[in-house]
């Protein structure tokens, strides 16, 4: 009996692993950013079929990190690193709004057709509508939800925009969500983010490993 439970268990994690790879793969390979989306279709695709065997959003993330080490090679450095390289300016320029970066770029998971994801910090949900307008901006509004915390959903504006070829895409906050980063889809921890001065520190010490590191 235990032997088969036993069994059982290692087949559930070996279709768990292969359902993480697969998503991982059509997330890099189709463009699809969702991983619920991805998980599904993985399923789909593989046949199976039951709970037990979906993995977690960290899982299929962590499998990513993997696939873009293995063959997107060089290409997804230099993406990464271009797209972080924005993101700075972009930090900067919005200091006004204590931004901080958050998602793909931060996360190391970025292409070459992920958006720099900002949260700009106001209790005037407009002001950075004015402000882009007064820097001639043109950008596109939109709206998002945000888990704030266990017990609170926001609806936020959002503000996409493109420079230098990349997308950019801004969700307004209110100031007090300075102290605690909302939760994260990926695994409904306060989201990971980083101040101008954090993502320079992050991008020093990635130049320092890639002289260290031969080839």
Known sequence: MHHARQHAETRTRERRLRLAHEAARLMAEGGIRDFHQAKLKAASRLGIHDDASLPRNREIEDALRQYQRLFAGPNHAQDLRQRREAALRALDFFQAFSPRLVGP??????????????HAHSDDPDAVA????????PAESS?????????RVAELPVWVFSAEDIGFD?????????????L???DEKPMRRASSSQLRQLLAEEEIAGYETPG
């Open 184 to 186: 994260s889809s990926v």
């Open 170 to 182: 801004v969700t307004v906050l209110p100031h007090d969500a300075l102290r605690q980063a909302p």
């Open 143 to 151: 709206a998002r939800r945000l888990r704030m915390d266990r017990d």
């Open 130 to 137: 004015r402000f882009l307008a007064e820097h001639r901006i």
């Open 105 to 118: 770029v931060l996360d190391g998971t970025a292409d070459a057709n992920t958006p720099v994801h900002l």
